[in-house]
């Protein structure tokens, strides 16, 4: 059991429609590794850096299909890394990824699907959700749906594209 923050800086969270996904990332997906392993997501924060009033309307919610051809590598302001030095590492440790070199992983749109509603406004607008005691968003497995979630901007919500800087932290099992 080791919590681990997945952070990105600089994001241009693009708007894309329910059950699709813009190329070029613009998103945050957390993706199980193993059939049996359980991921809690503990806690999601977004900043906005965007140098005008935008609306973003993120979401945090399950993929419906992952992304495909390897995840790009974490770079410049994104990384991922345990919150203890002192933690050992995963036999099995999740996939986070900004970007694929592929297909982009692609949000579900089924309607029961959990989904955490995380809208601000971009223009120096911080949102942060942190889980209650098992409140927490469960992610098992490797597979779509219920392997992965992704934190994204949703167009059919109303959001438009804008830069941010955010951090998901998670705790495998």
């Known amino acids: 059991m080791a919590k681990r923050i997945f952070a990105s800086g600089n994001v241009t969270f693009t708007a894309s429609a329910a059950g699709s996904q813009a190329t070029g990332g613009g998103y945050m997906t957390v993706v199980g590794s193993a059939a049996t392993q359980i991921t809690d997501i503990l806690e999601v924060m977004i900043s906005g850096k965007a140098t005008a009033s935008t609306v973003a309307a993120m979401y945090l919610n399950r993929a419906s299909t992952l992304g495909t051809g390897g995840a790009v590598a974490l770079a410049g302001q994104n990384s991922d890394g345990a919150m203890n030095p002192a ?12 970007d694929y070199t592929t297909n982009e992983a692609i949000p579900s ?13 971009l223009f120096g607008g911080i949102i942060r959700w942190n889980a209650a005691p098992t409140q927490q968003m469960t992610i098992i497995s490797a597979s779509a749906p219920g392997g992965s979630v992704i934190l ?6 109303g959001g438009s594209s ?12």
């Open 87 to 98: 933690t050992a590492a995963l036999a099995s440790p999740v996939v986070v990824a900004v």
């Open 109 to 121: 749109s089924t309607v029961t699907d959990g989904r955490l509603q995380l809208g601000l406004n």
């Open 152 to 157: 994204w901007n949703s167009s059919s919500g």
């Open 162 to 173: 804008g830069l941010a800087d955010a951090h998901i932290i998670y705790e495998s099992f």
